[in-house]
């Protein structure tokens, strides 16, 4: 791969690089629409993810090329002019990294040529733009050995999404992919920012991605609406209640105070985000225990309240989720990452898996019309250099 793409820069941009990273995707075990509640979540890095070289060059010019969206060609910027630019459509994600690290380092005061490439595939739920973003961050930080840590290139990630691109995401994403560690999943309590490294034994299980292969639409609305709801749930809750964050009440404490939430709307999205901070905590316990029957048991009711109280599951991915839940050696299934569309996991039996594939392509193709995709894949480690093989 990186091979291919070392000649593929020399063609393209007539020169060598100097630098070369790769940043994973991610799968997230259990712990959705928890991370802007102050909540716990419970990510793992994958092996698939965006592969980046990048050289300086002498003057303030910028050209990036992905070989994922070649129709937009190479796109060229200038080191001074890196306002948002929705004609530059994936470039957005880079040029805001670069936009908020130039303000803090003068020594980024070149131009430079990038080429990326990923395999994780497109809108599918697994953080390709997080990916993106700490590649970036990485490929700058080595290029002109600037002095930041991977917790500021996380938070700075997460700046893009929020201020630049306009998506109130919360840091999961960018966390996982800057700290992920091969083998382990990392338990995050999102309010204080302490973690744990989990290891992912599963013993004779393993996780399966399953994808709906159904394009995204209206995602970023529908999730800036969710967090929308979870704050005025807060907000009717800080009436009574001393608190900063729904992840500070537990499931009884909730069903107490539940009433003073205004709408039952926003109670249904407020229990979700209790209810699945007290499933993650769990989870993190069974997975420590080798407790894999409860393990399971938890992910299947996380995918129900996802379903029921937060409403951003659909009928692809409850096709998915919900027939691999009845095949025989699956324990648990539910969707991952913000939903809507893209994937679910599932934690299957190891001779299990070819089952699982054959009965949930039948049934998702009887009632979708379209087959979904299945990956199988290691956890992986979080953003890293590469050495270039020229
Ligand atoms: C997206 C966001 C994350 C998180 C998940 C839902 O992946 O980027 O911050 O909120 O959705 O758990």
Not at 37 to 43: D, L, M
Not at 128 to 149: P, Q
Not at 175 to 198: C, E, P, R, W
Not at 290 to 308: P, R, V, Y
Request: one cysteine or more; proline letters at 2%.
């Amino acid at each position: 791969m990186l091979q291919r793409l070392t000649a593929q820069f020399k063609t393209l941009f007539n020169t060598q690089p100097d630098v070369s990273a790769f940043a994973p995707g991610r799968i997230n075990l259990i712990g959705e629409h928890t991370d802007y509640n102050g909540g716990y979540v419970f990510p793992a890095a994958i092996e698939l993810g965006t592969y980046g070289l990048v050289s300086k060059r002498d003057d303030q010019h910028i050209r990036m090329y992905s070989n994922n969206f070649e129709q937009q060609g190479v796109l060229e910027m200038e080191l001074d002019a890196l306002d948002y630019d929705a004609q530059h459509d994936w470039g957005n994600y880079p040029k805001g990294m670069v936009y908020y690290l130039k303000q803090q380092f003068p020594e980024l005061d070149h131009g430079f040529d990038m080429l990326i490439e990923g395999n994780i595939p497109n809108g599918a739920s697994l953080s390709s733009s997080a990916s993106i973003e700490l590649l970036t961050g990485w490929l700058m930080k080595s290029l002109f050995e600037l002095d930041i840590d991977r917790l500021s290139l996380i938070k700075m990630g997460q700046r893009v999404e929020n201020q630049y691109i306009g998506v109130n995401t919360g840091i999961m994403d960018q966390f996982i992919i800057g700290m992920g560690k091969q083998d382990h999943a990392i338990l995050l309590d999102t309010a204080s920012l302490n973690y744990h490294y989990v290891p992912t034994e599963f013993g004779d299980y393993v996780i399966s991605i399953m994808n709906t292969n159904k394009r995204r639409s209206l995602t970023e609305s529908k999730y800036n609406e969710r967090r929308a709801q979870c704050e005025v749930a807060l907000e009717d809750l800080q009436q009574q209640l001393n608190i900063q964050s729904l992840g500070e009440l537990s499931v009884a404490l909730f069903e107490q105070n539940e009433q003073l939430i205004q709408s039952e709307v926003n109670q249904r999205r407020a229990r979700h985000a209790v209810s699945e901070n007290e499933r993650t905590k769990r989870a993190y316990e069974a997975l420590k225990a080798h407790d894999f029957d409860t393990f399971g048991e938890l992910l299947n009711a996380s995918h129900q309240s996802l379903k029921e109280d937060y409403e951003v599951t659909g009928i692809e991915l409850d096709t998915l989720a919900e027939t691999a839940q009845q095949v025989p050696g699956v324990l648990g299934a539910r969707m991952t990452g913000a939903g809507f569309a893209g994937c679910a996991i599932a934690l299957v039996h190891k001779d299990h898996t070819a089952q699982l594939e054959k009965e949930v392509t039948e049934a998702y193709q009887n009632k979708i019309g379209y087959s979904p995709s299945f990956y199988h894949v290691t956890i992986s480690d979080g953003v890293k250099s590469l050495d270039i093989e020229q």
